[in-house]
Nanobody
Framework: QVQLVESGGGLVQAGDSLRLSCLASGRTLSAYAMGWFRQAPGKVREFVGGIRHSGSGTHYADSVTGRFTISRDNAKNTVYLQMNSLKPEDTAVYYC?????????????????WGQGTQVTVSS
């Protein structure tokens, strides 16, 4: 079992930056690919980006490419989502997720463990 806890969300203005953290416990994260998803009110949960188990590869949704960066520190069992140039449409609850596989996935069903989410609100 892997327990995930996100932190770092908040209320910011358009153009600002935030860094989300996802701290894992229960198992070492080095064998897991990790993903970040988000869910806005009334919308389905969507893939934001993911990172391979070693951190050697990442992939992002088109909507965040060039603005968001995922990184990980396996020694600290932590994954990060650096969000720059935030837009009002980035407003959502952000979730981190763990996949017991070296390669990242793109679907909600690809991930076995989820955090409780952290709210990000971007005002215009």
């Amino acid at each position: 079992q892997v327990q995930l806890v996100e932190s770092g969300g908040g209320l910011v203005q358009a153009g600002d930056s935030l860094r989300l953290s996802c701290l894992a416990s229960g198992r070492t994260l080095s064998a897991y690919a990790m993903g970040w998803f988000r869910q806005a009110p009334g919308k389905v949960r969507e893939f934001v980006g993911g990172i391979r188990h070693s951190g050697s590869g990442t992939h992002y949704a088109d909507s965040v490419t060039g603005r968001f960066t995922i990184s990980r520190d396996n020694a600290k069992n932590t994954v990060y989502l650096q969000m720059n140039s935030l837009k009002p449409e980035d407003t959502a609850v952000y979730y981190c997720a763990a996949r017991p596989n070296y390669d990242l996935g793109y679907r909600v069903s690809d991930y076995s463990y989820w955090g409780q989410g952290t709210q990000v609100t971007v005002s215009s």
